[in-house]
């Protein structure tokens, strides 16, 4: 298994700014990635975080809003840019060792956009 | 597009009363169908991994079982500290798609 800390747990942000988190695994991973949970519903994948390379994003999330970084095989980081209220919501980190392997998650950002 | 469906939404069980949770799925290629528990405020904590209709894992009160269609987690003689949410996932690749979650509550 794998232990993942984030930071920060939680954070109240002015609509406009960015907010940084970072997820940091205990052990190397092939892969980590990046999800957001809205209110009372369930987790939808932004993207992969892919170390070394650009992160592969899903249908609906753009670089530009979200950037993420890699730079290891142990840390990333995820940015949500030009924050908005829509962009209240959980953000959490998974990490796995190989691609068929289970997912770990992180305690969770919880970001509030005033 | 993968498609995971959990039911019911909520299930509110006395202590001791058994009961299933169902995650009917629609994918190409099953990987692996996953089970989280998830508390408030937390982020999602892996139970099962199943990786073939026919296979099933216990863990404590908690025992998931795996067809072509489905799964199911089934809840024996539970107790308050099984109140959760449970999410269900399916793995295609290397991606999860979850379902929306079955809320359990567990009265004393």
């Known amino acids: 298994s794998a232990v993942i800390s984030q930071k920060p747990s939680r954070d109240i942000c002015q609509r406009g700014t960015s907010l940084t988190i970072q997820c940091q695994v205990d052990?190397?991973?092939?892969?980590m990635f990046w999800y957001r949970q809205q209110p009372g519903q369930s987790l939808t994948l932004i993207a992969t975080?892919?170390?070394?390379?650009?992160?592969?994003?899903e249908s609906g999330f753009v670089i530009d809003k979200f950037p993420i970084s890699r730079p290891n095989l142990t840390f990333s980081t995820l940015t949500v840019s030009n924050l908005s209220p829509e962009d209240s919501s959980i953000y959490l980190c998974s990490a796995g060792k190989d691609p068929q392997e289970t997912q770990y998650f992180g305690p969770g950002t919880r970001l509030l956009v005033l | 597009e993968d498609q995971v469906t959990q039911s019911p939404e909520a299930l509110r069980l006395q202590e001791g009363e058994s009961s299933s949770l169902n995650c009917s799925y629609t994918?190409?290629?099953?990987?692996?169908l996953f089970w989280y528990r998830q508390d408030p405020g937390k982020g999602p904590e892996f139970l099962f991994t199943?990786?073939?209709a026919g296979e099933e894992k216990e863990k404590e009160r908690l025992k998931a079982t795996l067809t072509k269609k489905e799964s199911f987690l089934h809840i024996t003689a539970p107790k308050p500290e099984d109140s959760a949410t449970y999410l269900c996932a399916v793995q295609a690749d290397y991606k999860l798609s979850f379902g929306a979650g079955t809320t359990v509550t567990v009265r004393a």
């Open positions: 052990s190397q991973v092939t892969m």
């Open positions: 994918v190409s290629g099953l990987r692996g």
């Open positions: 199943l990786y073939s």
């Open positions: 975080a892919n170390q070394g390379s650009e992160a592969t994003y």
